[in-house]
DNA sequence: GGCACAGCATTTTAGACAGCATGTC
DNA sequence: CTAAAATGCTGTGCC
């Protein structure tokens, strides 16, 4: 079937033949076949890079030149940036909302494709925006995650909202192979399209003792060239031309290979310098420089401690075929499109409750379906690697020729149920009990359990007495109405649990202190807290004395409540510390964290003290000032002093120091200090900027982030934050 | 006394979504 | 349903 005479826009048609795409590929075909074209639903479960996200391209642009709109959700913002890159420059207006990257409601919806996470969706539904009623087109990528225990419900959610809301909606599904694809199609009345087909040849193989055992072809030996398997794997990967990802189970093990893959490799090359350099720039911590010292021999490690800038060195570096391996956590197996010649599988049990479990065969069958660069690699290969001759068989057994788990329905749990059923009231999607009830009968939980018991009836009960108990809804007889309270928590998208903890906390407060709000925050479900190792009790427990006044609460009983309050406290800390312009590189040494972990918890923490401040203002007014400039604080890392600098565009962090330790410490005295004093301090263009701010009065602030090289300090650990000497 | 080393004890352990209010080149 | 690997420490044996 040929691209040329499908039913699209010549823009598209035009884009495509530059790119070289003129036929279909069969599963795409198949897709045609089954009337997407014709409006029909389509949920289409292929594996990876065998062309999904042109089926829904094809469609979406069908959709633009009727007249329609398309919303393309996507579970992570790295994917949405993606998308949107990918969707641009092909005739249609494309925007993303995710949480970081945000336009104004209005403006988002005069895009023809609107990119973003489930999230994001749900939010814009919870805040009322008025162009999602337009969409005509709903993709759902990776659909395959409404079964996902920690975000799935919001998912499955978010699709029957739309579904309600937009009754002639096409709906297409893409999602990797699954144990129960029929079951989703049926839900989303949809036709099926399922294939093992791909674009370059996938060879999936177990390693033992010095071969890649292969079911349906002949043993491959693999050079000993050093005595550790993994390394051979990638050295004979490499050696052949191609690039190789290893899967292993922590970031320790991460480091370590990458590592061990430097020194087997020693490549020298003038791409490598560069980008080693680049992250040697970027870099004031230990990872950094570890990184730094790997890529120059043209390896890596990835998780998520790196910084972005790190993450975007090693993912372009890989890319471009500089760096030869990327050892990696799980980050890399569900995110960005980056595969490679050979996947190792290296660790295929990972740390969990209770242990180390087997990871699931579709966790499996994502890591091995990133191998083979289509165009660039002649095959694919994913190797496990098997440590006794016993487990070569079982790995084929419950991975290679295993089946892919059957997806469920997140939506029966409590937790998430709280927060999805306040919002289907504080929206008014549903007015009364039955209402509930009804909504959540065209979910695919009701599907999956049709005619067949199920306790959902009974938590959703559960779920709406504590939200009355806790004044978040009003029930008169069977109606139900959000109260203020209700209906703010909903649009700051918080769990309803964490707006308790909050608020409770607010109330008990005799007065405003940082560490109490912090050690709040990070008590909430919505903030995961820092891992609590041995050496850190004895410190927490001194800081925890020492600063009992600022704690809003003490110490509890029992020792799992007692482990949970050390590690608020810690995370607390953490974020106290940023807040007081300690340097990223001293954090993460005292915390035993990378950059990227910083950034996560501030990036969590400003949302939730921004909606602690918008709570203040509801049930605790005195503080709704100082929580406002707590989250200017925490979202910059600086002490208070430097308020008054950072409302200025082009000061950060760091310039805002430098200035206020040249004496310089409010707009007006840099105004009256002139452009001589600023450029010793700014440079020139930067002191222009500024000055030309304070001068027409001061600007409103969309300053870029800042580098951090804040001045160094000389304490080091965990243990030197409470100024003790032992 | 000092060093090497076996063997036992202790420690550590993946990831990453979300607000708001503005207008835009 | 379910741990494993790396690191730290201690005691022993040997020179």
Known sequence: MKVADLPLPQTLKTRYAERGIENLYPPQEACVAAGIFEKKNLLCAIPTASGKTIVAEMVMHRHIADGGKCLYIVPLRALASEKFEDFSGKGAKVGVATGDLDRPDAYLGRNDIVVATSE??????????????KITLLVVDECHLIGSPDRGATLEMVIAKLLMKNPGMQVIALS???????????????????????????????????????AEREDRTVAGKSRYDDLNLVLDTVAEGGQCLVFVSSRRNAEAFAKRAAGG????????????????????????????????????????????AERHIVEEGFRNGSIRVISSTPTLAAGLNLPARRVVIRDYLRFGDGGMAPIPVGEYKQMAGRAGRPHLDPYGEAVLIAKTADAVNDLFENYIDAPPEEIASQCNAENALRSHVLSLIATAFCRSRPDVLAFMDRTFYAY????????????????????CDKEMVTALGDRLEATEYGTLVSRLYIDPRSAETIVDALAKAPDFADLGLLET???????????????????????????IDELWTGLPYGDDEMQAFFCSVKTAMLLLNWSEEVTEAMICERFNVGPGDIHNKVETAVWLIH??????????????????????????????ELLPLIKLRGIGRVRARRLFNAGLTTPEELRAAGIGALVPVLGEKTAASVLAQVEGKGGGKTAPPEKDEAPRSRQAFLSAFCGDEE
């Open 120 to 133: 994001k969706v749900d939010s814009l539904l919870r805040n009322g925006a008025p162009w999602l009623s």
């Open 265 to 308: 490799l020693k490549l020298s090359e003038p791409a490598l310098d560069t980008a080693s350099a680049a992250i040697e720039h970027e870099a004031q911590t230990d990872l950094g420089r570890t990184l730094a010292l790997c890529v120059r021999n043209g390896a890596a490690f990835h998780h998520a401690g790196l910084s972005s």
């Open 176 to 214: 990797a192979t699954v144990g129960n694809p029929g079951a989703i199609a049926g839900w989303l009345n949809a036709a099926l399209v399922t294939s093992e087909w791909r674009p370059v040849d996938l060879r999936e193989g177990v390693y033992f003792e010095g071969a890649i055992h292969f």
């Open 448 to 467: 999956e359990h049709q005619g067949r018991r199920s306790t959902i009836h009974e938590t959703i009960e559960r779920v709406i007495d504590w939200l």
């Open 521 to 547: 925050l990070a008590r909430t479900p919505d903030m995961l807290t820092l891992y609590l190792r041995k050496d850190d009790y004895e410190v927490i427990y001194r800081f925890i004395d020492e600063h």
């Open 611 to 640: 909606a602690a401040s918008r709570l203040a203002s509801l049930f605790k007014r005195p503080f709704a000032q100082p929580i406002a400039d707590l989250e200017i604080r925490v979202k910059h890392g600086i002490k208070k």
